[in-house]
């Protein structure tokens, strides 16, 4: 059986992911931070571990991998996931918002990927992927932030791909489009027809979508890819 730990598992394309790899056979772990009642809930009809973590926190990750090292014999796959978006002009973002987006995206990658990468290594086997986003390839206008976290995790991925290659480890990107997750909440039914319409296969993404293509590139039949950023987008981005 193969083993996986997902950061932000708890809602959109995390659960999803979640959902998708235990209805598959794997093992599955998941963190989340503020919705305790959401994770158990999950876990209850997943049977996936649930772990609290604040993925900005170096204490927090290393608990948790601690703590996942007493249930799972070994990590055969890391997703990256947790983070959350931000919208405005620049010049309106204070310092501490930028720090935060950057802690919870970049630092949390860089945390859990430190935490787990060792045991890969040892065993010359494994995947970690990183949910980074279309702008993150493009950028994006009000998002300023957002597409430079995102394009810092690419970055990451494809360095990460180099240095840990010849031990056998995996690293890749999955750059969401337009997906129907809470993130969409600020959106008007207008603005969202407007993305449909602007999409070449005419709709908007969903989280199962973004979870099928993480299920491939973390299974063997993705062994000879890696460093690569895969785009679910619809061809909203081509």
């Known amino acids: 059986m193969d083993h996986i730990l997902i950061t932000g598992g708890s809602r959109g394309i995390g659960e999803a992911t979640v959902r998708l790899f235990a209805a598959r056979g794997w093992r599955v772990a998941f963190t989340y931070l503020n919705s305790r009642e959401r994770a158990e ?4 009809e997943t049977g996936a571990l649930a772990l609290p973590c604040d993925a900005r926190s170096e204490e927090d990750t290393l608990r948790m991998a601690a703590e996942l090292r007493r249930c799972f014999p070994r990590l055969d796959a890391l997703i990256c996931n947790a983070g959350t978006s931000y919208t405005g002009l620049l010049q309106d973002m204070t310092v501490n ?5 950057f802690a919870l995206h970049v630092r949390g990658a860089f945390l ?4 787990f990468l060792p045991g890969m290594i040892s065993r010359q086997s494994g995947s970690i992927l990183y949910i980074s986003s279309m702008w993150g390839q493009v950028g994006a206008s009000c998002e300023a932030a957002y597409s430079a976290c995102k394009a810092a995790l690419i970055g990451l991925s494809k ?3 180099k240095e840990a290659g010849p031990s056998g480890v995996r690293f890749n990107c999955i750059c969401p489009g337009v997906i129907q997750t809470d993130m969409l909440s600020g959106y008007s039914a207008g603005d ?3 993305l449909r319409q602007d999409t070449p296969l005419g709709r908007l993404g969903s989280p199962e979508d973004v979870a099928r293509a993480a299920w491939f590139l973390c299974s063997r039949e993705a062994d000879f890819i890696t460093g690569q950023s895969l785009g679910v987008n619809g061809g909203l981005i081509i």
């Open 41 to 44: 809930k999950i876990s209850r």
């Open 112 to 115: 859990a990927t430190r935490a």
């Open 97 to 101: 918002e930028w720090d935060d987006l």
């Open 192 to 194: 969202l027809d407007a």
């Open 159 to 161: 360095a990460m791909a």
